[in-house]
């Protein structure tokens, strides 16, 4: 697996990038907890998985058209997830 300094870089690292942010989103958000793309960073930093926040934007739009309800609008700075059955 190559890596930079300690970030994924690989196809596989993408593809975790992307389970990490449903479980973070299903986890920790809520109508009432939201997060912001710092805060996304953060929480993949701790996986050894780096982002920008263009490509965040684009992961939030995949997880939305796999049928996640993610909340988000551009002039608010956190997201969130509905919570089930909502």
Known sequence: MKT?????MTDQGN???LLYLK?????RTDGEH???????QAYLDGYG???DRRTLYQDIETLQFYGMD????KNRAGLSAAEPGI
């Not at 930079?4 to 994924?8: A, L, M, Q």
């Not at 479980?23 to 986890?27: D, I, R």
Request: proline share 0%; hydrophobic share 35%; net charge negative.
């Open 4 to 8: 930079d300094g300690d970030c994924i």
């Open 15 to 17: 593809k975790l990038k």
């Open 23 to 27: 479980e973070l989103f299903e986890e």
């Open 34 to 40: 939201e997060i912001t793309i710092k805060d996304m």
């Open 49 to 51: 998985i780096s982002a």
């Open 70 to 73: 993610i909340d988000h609008e």
